[in-house]
């Protein structure tokens, strides 16, 4: 997903060549996790090029640095400027950008919360997370690795270290030759994928996991939630068993890199007709006119970057 073709990144307020963008192989994030980040897209809209609810984003990053001790040296209107300036010297599209904030220093020592807190943001071509054919429907695992609850790592929190138990799922179900892994809550129930939210159709009426199974509120969640509602569908968080999620009718994925991708399959289980199904059809339609602007109800949604020529005069690297 990472390919190394972002131009500019951005590192405690100046754009930095990618090849400078370094920090010391003894920092404290790097061996013990304790990083928070977030993903975000942009996309290339009618009105022009905007980043999807760069607000709400900005607002899970500042939640989960406070959680872990990590005071962001910068507001919430200073960051929502410096990742449209990153968007805007990096100007791909569709993109995804990746703020994340860490301690660079060299520090050892798993209580450290003394060293200086730094904020990157790197903004690269966005591909397709689920591959190239996801969008007609992917196929996941039920993981033998399960979330971690919440008492031990808190999953409302976008924090690296939280990303381990994900991997290891990631890695095994892809061993499978399965796309994607579905994570169960430490008293299994269904909670997540590696990168996405869960959601299934049944009767008509759309389900998803609450906090309680200790999934990370996705924002696609929420606009997901907000779209099905204004569609007419009652949108219900529950508890989901696995057996409620092999018998749905139709099962998408939502994330911010995987946009909406249905499940046509999961382990032996066919779901639904191993299409996407009408509900998720109509979500997915309704989402494509949001990215693109075309549905001015949701362009609050759509922060627009502004003209590089702006954001050069701005450059101080
Ligand atoms: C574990 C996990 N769950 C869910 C999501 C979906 O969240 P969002 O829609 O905010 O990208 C992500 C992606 O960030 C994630 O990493």
């Known amino acids: 997903m990472m390919a190394a073709n972002a131009k500019k990144i951005w590192m405690d307020g100046r754009l930095v060549d990618f090849a400078d963008a370094n920090v ?24 022009g090029p905007a980043v999807l609810r760069l607000k709400e984003h900005v607002q899970r990053l500042i939640a989960s640095a406070k959680f872990y001790h990590m005071p962001i040296p910068y507001g919430p209107e200073e960051i929502e400027r410096a990742i449209l300036e990153t968007q805007a010297a990096n ?23 003394k060293g200086k807190v730094s904020l990157a943001i790197a903004a690269i071509p966005a591909k397709k997370y689920l591959g190239e054919g996801s969008d007609a429907g992917v196929r996941a695992k039920i993981s033998p690795f399960r979330k971690p609850h919440s008492d031990s790592l808190p999953s409302y929190a976008k924090a690296a270290g939280n990303y381990l138990s994900g ?17 169960l809550d430490s008293n299994g129930y269904v909670a997540e994928g590696t990168g996405e939210n869960v959601f299934l159709v049944r009767n008509g009426k759309v389900f998803t996991p609450g906090l309680e199974s200790d999934i990370l509120l996705g924002i696609t969640r929420d606009t997901v ?35 909406i991708a249905p499940i046509k399959q999961v382990g032996h289980f066919a779901i639904g007709s191993r299409t996407p199904g009408p509900v998720t059809q109509k979500v997915v339609a309704q989402f494509q006119r949001v990215i693109k602007g075309e549905d001015p109800k949701y362009h609050h949604w759509l922060a627009p970057v502004p003209e590089l020529a702006r954001v050069v005069a701005k450059v101080r690297a």
């Open 24 to 47: 010391h192989v003894l920092n404290h994030t790097l061996h013990y996790g304790v990083g928070v980040f977030e993903g975000i897209r942009a996309y290339l809209t009618t009105r």
């Open 91 to 113: 100007p791909t599209y569709p993109s995804y950008i990746r703020p994340l904030v860490y301690r660079g220093e060299p520090a050892l020592g798993v209580k450290n919360i």
């Open 167 to 183: 991997y290891l799922a990631g890695v095994d179900a892809n061993q499978d030759g399965y796309e994607e892994a579905i994570l």
């Open 225 to 259: 939630i907000q779209m099905a509602s204004d569609l007419g569908y009652p949108v219900i968080e529950k508890l989901i068993s696995v057996n409620e999620l092999l018998s749905a009718d139709e099962a998408f994925f939502t994330g911010t890199y995987a946009e």
